[in-house]
């Protein structure tokens, strides 16, 4: 749904400056490899980050990993650096997969 009315301009600039109608489906493909190449990054990042209450705790103590976990990655200016990376990546390749399913609904 294009609420604001720039629905058919983003399609048209996706298609200027992405070739989107002969590498729509490699850009997909290479999207999904790009966010789970930063899942892999985000996995070992927090390998020894406890996350046990979000997956199995209430409520209050799912929120509370979630406050540890910024905490977490807030440990080292590296480790935050690197975390923010791999997030901006994966809301890029995430944003393309997203534009290029709505051209198709």
């Known amino acids: 749904m294009d609420y604001i009315g720039i629905k058919k301009n983003m399609n048209l600039a996706l298609k ?3 070739n989107f ?3 729509e489906f490699e850009g997909v493909e290479q999207s999904v490899t ?7 990054v985000l996995a070992q990042m927090f390998h020894n980050f406890n996350s046990t209450d979000y997956f199995n ?3 209050k ?11 977490y990655v807030q440990l080292t200016e590296d480790l ?7 997030v901006k990546r994966m809301k890029q390749a995430f944003n393309l997969c997203s534009s ?5 609904s």
Not at 34 to 40: A, E, G, N, P, T
Not at 61 to 69: D, I, M, P, T, V
Not at 80 to 86: K, V
């Open 100 to 104: 290029i399913q709505s051209t198709f």
């Open 57 to 59: 705790g209430s409520p």
């Open 61 to 71: 103590e799912q929120l509370a990993c979630l406050n540890r976990a910024v905490e």
């Open 16 to 18: 200027k400056y992405t």
């Open 80 to 86: 935050e650096t690197r975390f923010m990376a791999a």
């Open 34 to 40: 790009i966010v789970k190449d930063q899942l892999d």
């Open 21 to 23: 109608e002969t590498d």
